[in-house]
C-alpha cells in the first residue's frame, strides 16, 4: 500500500506463510489464509472488517495510532503511567516472576472466584 509507504508509525506489510514467513506466521497464531492482524508487534490482534481498501484505511484511521505503554507514557494516564514506570524499574527476572503469578492467578483462581461466586448467588437466591 503506496499510502503508507515510509511511514513512522504504521507498517503494512504481507507475509507468505507458507515459506521464509513461516515462523512469523507460527508465532502469531495465523492459521488460516488470508489474516489480516493489527496492533502492537507483541500483541497482535485479529482484524475482522471488510477487506477493500476503503474500509482497511477506515480502520486504521479511527483505531490504530499509538497507544499508552512504556515508549508514549504522555498518552497514559496517571496512575498507569506509575504503573508502568515501576515495572520498568524492575529487573526483567522479577518482572517475569510477577507475570508468571498474576498468569496463575488468572488461570487456577479466578475460575474457583467463579464458581464460589455462583454458589453465593444460587445460596442468596433461595434464602
Known amino acids: ?3 503508507f509507504k515510509g511511514s513512522p508509525t504504521a507498517l503494512v506489510a504481507d ?13 502469531h497464531e495465523v492459521k488460516g489464509y488470508p489474516t489480516i492482524k493489527h496492533g502492537e508487534p507483541g500483541d ?4 475482522q472488517g471488510g477487506r477493500d481498501f476503503a ?10 495510532g499509538p497507544t499508552c505503554g512504556p515508549n508514549n507514557l504522555d498518552l497514559c494516564s496517571a496512575d498507569v503511567k506509575k504503573k508502568i514506570e515501576g515495572y520498568m ?7 517475569e516472576g510477577k ?8 488461570e487456577e483462581e479466578v475460575p474457583l472466584m467463579k ?5 453465593l448467588k444460587k445460596q442468596k437466591g433461595e434464602l
Open 55 to 64: 474500509s482497511l484505511k477506515k480502520f486504521a484511521e479511527e483505531n490504530l
Open 44 to 47: 497482535l490482534k485479529d482484524y
Open 99 to 106: 507475570v508468571r503469578n498474576a498468569q496463575r492467578v488468572f
Open 115 to 119: 464458581k464460589a461466586l455462583a454458589s
Open 1 to 3: 500500500m503506496e499510502e
Open 89 to 95: 524499574a524492575m529487573s526483567a527476572d522479577r518482572l
Open 15 to 27: 507475509v507468505d506463510c507458507t515459506a521464509d514467513g513461516q515462523s512469523l506466521c507460527t508465532k
